[in-house]
Nanobody
């Protein structure tokens, strides 16, 4: 399976953006999907994840209440809705599929299928 992330762009502080991650083939609903980001000169970090069925999500504290992850398994797509963006959200965003069906993790090593990344730039 291959993942394709899209939807990045340049926005202003306070704006919203929705990222899309599309899989080349149907991902079994037992696999959770994660979003990660890498800011300039920083390590890639976990942003949030959604479980296979789409009923459960988790986020890092800095995006809670602003970011929402959802998925549409019929269309093999996962979304990251980002509201009230700030400059700290500027990063390349990646989607990834969990390594195992039972994986529910915020660790990069627990994800083994990655999209190519999409750049989000937030400026004043």
């Amino acid at each position: 399976v291959q993942l394709q992330a899209s939807g990045g762009g340049s926005v202003q502080i306070g704006d919203s953006l929705r990222l899309t991650c599309t899989a080349s083939e149907r991902t079994p609903i037992t696999y959770s999907m994660g979003w990660f980001r890498q800011r300039q000169d920083k390590e890639r970090e976990f942003v949030g994840a959604i479980n296979g069925g789409g009923s459960t999500t988790r986020y890092i504290d800095s995006v809670k209440g602003r970011f929402t992850i959802s998925r549409d398994n019929y269309y093999n797509t996962v979304y990251l809705r980002m509201n009230n963006l700030n400059s700290e959200d500027t990063a390349v965003y990646y989607c990834a599929r969990a390594r195992y069906p039972s994986t529910w993790s915020d660790k990069i090593t627990e994800y083994n299928v990655w999209g190519q990344g999409t750049l989000v730039t937030v400026s004043s």
